[in-house]
């Protein structure tokens, strides 16, 4: 029985060698370190300009590229968020050294500030809602009916 108990524990010790030692690993596992110079990824943008770019997002084939009015759109939107971030950071750099009749005003205009964002926003998304429902009438052909239980009345489901 002891023996059992021994031949037991050994062969346990034997199985968590291997997976022990893979663990600790001698040395640097980053390959930078090992190469000897520094890698990055490939078709990196370089580009150093403060004007707002937007997220870089490698081709894909099932991921086609956004039309051009989207992407205009996007770094419109990406330049008005950058001008309110900034005014709002300046208006809280105020408010930090500001005397308490400051104070007031400057709360004022941070929400002035906001209600013109929001309102910014409240109007983009009407506009967007406009769109869609401008596509919904275009496209009557196209829309799912529950009804219908699918997209062309005419063609019937296997089994009907």
């Given amino acids: 029985m ?25 040395g640097s596992t980053n390959i930078a370190d090992r190469v ?3 890698i990055l990824p490939n078709r990196m943008p370089f580009d150093t300009s403060p004007a707002p770019t937007l997220g ?36 809280l750099r105020k408010l930090r050294g500001a005397s308490e009749a400051d104070r007031g005003r400057i709360r004022a205009q941070l929400h002035g500030l906001r209600d013109q964002w929001l309102e910014q926003a409240r109007s983009f998304r009407e506009e967007a809602r406009a769109r869609i429902r401008e596509l919904q009438d275009e496209l009557p052909k196209y829309r799912w009916d529950p ?14």
């Fill in 56 to 91: 870089f997002r490698p081709p894909r084939p099932e991921r086609p590229d956004l039309p051009l009015d989207i992407r205009q759109r996007l770094l419109q939107f990406e330049k008005h968020r950058k001008v309110y971030l900034d005014q709002q950071e300046a208006l």
């Fill in 36 to 38: 000897g110079r520094i």
């Fill in 147 to 160: 009804k219908e239980g699918a997209l062309d009345p005419n063609r019937k489901r296997r089994g009907d």
């Fill in 2 to 26: 002891k023996n059992l108990n021994l031949l037991a524990v050994g062969l346990g010790l034997w199985l968590l060698l291997p997976s022990v030692s893979a663990q600790v690993i001698l």
